[in-house]
């Protein structure tokens, strides 16, 4: 079992920057993702980072803005946010066990941020 914890969320102006990050108690050696929810929405795909952190995956609308990597010794992954957009306003979630670009893939999950972007 692996509980997850996520920080970091905000308020910013576009074109602004946050980092999120999420602690992860339990199992550490998974591979972990942030999967954001905007409302009205279905859950989205923003990136993954396997076990090791030599391996990335990123969604077309973050890529080149976002970075996900990982600290093993600190137990905790991170999501560093560029040039922020309106659009990239959504509950952001941790989210552990897979590397897949598919939401439904990954088994435990954390309680969210909220990152709002204001135009």
């Known amino acids: 079992q692996v509980q997850l914890v996520e920080s970091g969320g905000g308020l910013v102006q576009a074109g602004g920057s946050l980092r999120l990050s999420c602690t992860i108690a339990g199992r550490t050696l998974y591979g972990m993702g942030w999967i954001r929810q905007a409302p009205g929405k279905e859950r989205e795909f923003v990136a993954a980072?396997?076990?090791?952190?030599?391996?990335?995956k990123y969604a077309d609308s973050v890529k080149g803005r976002f970075s996900i990597s990982r600290d093993n010794v600190k137990n905790t992954v991170y999501l560093q946010m560029n040039s922020l957009k309106p659009d990239d306003t959504a509950v952001y979630y941790c989210?552990?066990?897979?590397?897949?670009?598919?939401?439904?893939?990954?088994?435990?999950w954390g309680q969210g941020t909220q990152v709002t972007v204001s135009s």
């Open positions: 989210a552990a066990g897979s590397v897949s670009r598919d939401p439904r893939d990954y088994g435990s």
């Open positions: 980072i396997d076990w090791s952190g030599g391996d990335t």
